[in-house]
């Protein structure tokens, strides 16, 4: 069986449109963190600011985007805060 190859090419949690509070849009790149995930043989997660390392927008109801490429295809991911991804499977393909 081979190895399922794995890159994260952009990767951003926070709110990313303004909430009630000035300035409380505020986003992270988190490419590093869901990269590192995967590589640790972590691709099936929740996210969360524990499992991406911080709170960017404390107070405020975050989203999480991304795009890898698996196996040579492009792939791209969504949700809310809270919700789990598995990013050897799903996502929607480019």
Do not use: W
């Amino acid at each position: 069986m081979s190895e399922t190859k794995v890159t994260v090419d952009f990767a951003v949690y926070g709110a990313l449109v303004s909430g009630s509070k000035p300035g409380s849009d505020r986003a992270a790149n988190v490419k590093s963190e869901v990269q590192s995930a995967i590589n640790a043989n972590n691709a099936e997660f929740r996210i969360n600011n524990s499992s991406l390392g911080s709170d960017p927008s404390p107070g405020q109801e975050k989203h999480f985007g991304a795009q890898i490429t698996r196996n040579g295809q492009t792939y791209y991911y969504a949700c809310k805060e809270g919700q789990k991804l598995d990013f050897l499977r799903g996502g929607s393909p480019a």
